[in-house]
């Protein structure tokens, strides 16, 4: 007996996607060089722009 294959269609709405754009892109990016900028360490500017957009994350849908 053969299998019926599926079409799976998936639509992302472009509200989602300008979130994501100004949240992690452009959030992420100057937390990432005001804390270089502050600190001069790359890996302290890495940690704290990866801890910035979870705290940025946790207001936004917090607020929703």
């Known amino acids: 007996m053969k299998q019926r294959e599926t079409f799976v269609f998936y639509t992302i709405k ?3 996607i300008s979130s994501f754009v100004m949240i992690d892109l452009v959030a992420g990016s100057g937390i990432y060089y005001a804390l270089y900028f502050l600190s001069s360490s790359m890996i302290v500017a890495m940690a704290g ?3 910035g957009i979870y705290g940025v994350k946790k ?3 917090g607020r929703r």
Do not use: D, G
């Open 49 to 51: 722009s990866a801890v």
């Open 59 to 61: 207001l936004v849908v």
């Open 14 to 16: 472009s509200a989602a």
